[in-house]
């Protein structure tokens, strides 16, 4: 049985309510961008491969054509946007945590 | 080139019962702390988050990547990257989307998150077909791999090979449960990764040390034309199509989320994706490497005649750089990964049968905890035996498309379901229910009419559907479908729960 107390929303329930708003919003903004930021840089590099192959096979110095590069780059973005969102979850994400909390 | 490969190999035997010994005595440890399904599912949720990123990291990097994709380098140059860099992404996303909501919200399984804002039943019921399907197509891949690999590697018969690899997978899984598969995961990452980076620094070091030098030889050797994008990818369509299959499903792999549940906390996931990612991405850095260096050095005819399909361009290399004895260390790796890999496997797929279908389906969330452990086991030996009898059935055929296809299936009927009841309030029972199933199907369909089957398998002179990947229909309508039917009949109800799960979904059970 539900005690009435606990189902009914009270005031300083409210404000609690509206941070976790605040937080799933801003966790969702920072989820979306980081995703899409992924998605452009791998999807822009599979339609580099599909529709300028030539551009890919020009050599950037000897040895490494631009296409590897890019593939090498693209490896690189998924470390920083991966590292960012860590950045951003321990410091912001896990601060407004502990205000939930308390 | 005289090669010891498919002769008995004294030092792989040597380090691979090295392996088997040390594993086994990691599950008779395993086993005297596996008494609770919490243990035996989730390792006592006390895998710490540099652990758990090597556990990650070894249930993902199957033998196909590593065999697999360094033949396909060696073979073709510049295209096997582009498969190289497609397994990598989805780990940002996993990290962005899913670890952290999925650790807080569920207990065993990703069906947990579902079903636990939506109703029970039928959400277990159609995210179990789900699982189920990506655990068969990717065990059969990886047990007729292991049984080729084996015969090519150590001279062992097919049979024998995959009968070895059912069994010992079955000791770890049955006796020492998520705490063995975990440490087998870390041993076998470790030595997969020490194993790779070992031979690219034999490989390095006969070019002073600049990859560069090393690229530059194989398009003298070869002409520029392997620094460059091939015949790969000819329909951009399917390349993108491809491209989606690997980055979402990723996100949708059963063994792969059910890692998140031996972690303490939201946190701990998410440190875990972190280390991961890093030598994830390490790992497929390195496979640039292996596949430039075994065209250059072993040479593209040696390497074919050995295997078609390049298979052995690795464990050649190991054998030019580092002689018979590395050769016999990266023929053991290889061993070790298909058995950590095929164990996670088999873990995830007992779980979705006892877990989802046996404790929540049919006795309807009563089950003792003895019980519960009692049916798990069972479904483990069921699933052992089927792993041996699908990779007996499945001998000389050709399952290469069958990752791609265990990939396709966990992104349109896993991933959108799930990235859906994390996010998303409005999702009801039947829109996600109805939605996990049309993935399932619809990529199965459209396999089935795709040209890998009916050109290159039945040898029809046509194909229905034009793409080797259906990703790219199936997704968005396994997305499209779940909205759909969720705004067309909404349920109060559950909108309401998911609101009272949303502090759940970032503060977890505290």
């Given at each position: ?39 452009v840089?791998y999807?822009?590099?599979i ?25 090498v780059l ?9 590292w ?19 | ?68 994709i ?9 295209d ?69 690999l ?20 079955l ?27 070992m ?10 040390f600049?990859?560069?030098?090393l ?27 491809l491209g ?49 260096g ?26 030019v750089?580092?002689g018979?004895?590395?050769?016999g260390?990266i ?21 979705t ?19 519960q ?10 699933l ?54 049309t ?23 046509e194909?229905w559907?034009?793409?080797r ?24 109800t ?7 799960l ?9």
């Amino acid at each position: 049985m539900l005690w009435p107390h606990m189902s009914h929303s009270t005031h300083p329930v409210q404000s609690a309510d509206s941070a976790l708003k605040a937080v799933s919003a801003a966790r969702w903004r920072v989820a979306v961008l980081l995703t899409t930021a992924m998605m452009v840089v791998y999807f822009g590099f599979i339609l580099l491969v599909a529709f300028n192959k030539p551009l890919l096979g020009t050599l950037f110095v000897g040895g490494l054509s631009i296409g590897m590069l890019l593939g090498v780059l693209v490896i690189v973005a998924a470390w920083a946007l991966t590292w960012i969102y860590v950045r951003w979850a321990n410091t912001h994400y896990d601060a407004s945590l502990r205000d939930l909390r308390s | 080139m005289m090669t010891a490969i498919g002769e008995p190999n004294a030092t792989a035997i040597a380090f691979f019962a090295l392996f088997i010994v040390l594993s086994l005595g990691i599950t008779v440890w395993a086993s005297r702390r596996t008494r609770t399904t919490d243990q035996f599912y989730a390792a006592g949720r006390s895998v710490t988050a540099f652990q758990n990123g090597l556990a990650l990291a070894g249930d993902y990097m199957s033998a196909a990547s590593f065999l697999g994709i360094a033949g396909l380098v060696a073979v073709s140059g510049f295209d096997g990257l582009i498969y190289s860099i497609g397994f990598l992404v989805g780990w940002p996303i996993v990290m962005f989307l899913i670890a952290e909501p999925l650790r807080n919200l569920g207990r065993y399984t990703f069906a947990d998150v579902v079903a636990t804002r939506l109703r029970q039943t039928p959400i277990r019921i159609a995210a179990s077909i789900g699982a189920l399907a990506v655990i068969a197509f990717y065990l059969i891949a990886q047990m007729v791999g292991a049984g080729n690999l084996i015969r090519l590697l150590f001279g062992l018969p097919y049979e024998l090979a995959v009968v070895i690899v059912g069994v010992v997978m079955l000791a770890y899984v049955l006796f020492g449960g998520m705490i063995a598969t975990t440490w087998v995961q870390i041993v076998k990452a470790v030595l997969l990764l020490g194993g790779a980076t070992m031979l690219a620094g034999l490989v390095l070091a006969r070019f002073s040390f600049n990859p560069l030098a090393l690229f530059e030889q194989a398009s003298a050797m070869y002409g520029p034309g392997v620094l460059a994008p091939g015949r790969q990818v000819t329909d951009p369509i399917d390349a993108i199509s491809l491209g989606l299959a690997l980055m979402l499903g990723t996100a949708g792999l059963p063994h792969i989320l059910m890692r998140f549940y031996t972690v303490p906390d939201a946190k701990t996931a998410r440190t875990s994706v972190g280390y991961a990612t890093a030598f994830i991405g390490f790992f497929y850095l390195l496979t640039f490497i292996l596949g430039f260096g075994a065209m250059v050095i072993v040479g593209r005819d040696v390497i074919t005649q050995v295997d078609a399909g390049g298979n052995m361009a690795a464990p050649l290399l190991a054998e030019v750089v580092g002689g018979t004895p590395f050769l016999g260390f990266i023929a053991a790796v290889a061993f070790a990964t298909i058995l950590a890999v095929v164990a996670g496997l088999t873990l995830s797929g007992a779980a979705t049968l006892s877990h989802d279908l046996w404790v929540n389906v049919f006795r309807g969330a009563h089950a003792s905890e003895r019980e519960q452990l009692v049916v798990a086991r069972v479904a483990t030996v069921l699933l052992a035996i089927v792993s041996i009898v699908l990779g007996i059935t499945f001998k000389g055929q050709n399952v290469a498309y069958m990752v791609g296809l265990a990939f396709a299936i966990a992104a349109s009927a896993n991933f959108p379901a799930l990235v859906l009841s994390i996010f998303w309030k409005r999702l009801t029972t039947t829109g996600a229910q109805v939605s996990m199933i049309t993935g399932t199907v619809s990529t199965l369909a459209l396999i089935y009419f795709s040209p890998t089957i009916q050109l290159d398998i039945l040898k029809n002179t046509e194909a229905w559907f034009p793409l080797r990947n259906p990703g790219i229909v199936t997704i968005p309508l396994s997305f499209a479908i779940a909205i759909g039917v969720s705004l067309l009949r909404p349920v109060p109800t559950e909108e309401k729960r998911f609101l009272e799960l949303e502090r759940q979904l970032h503060l977890g059970l505290d």
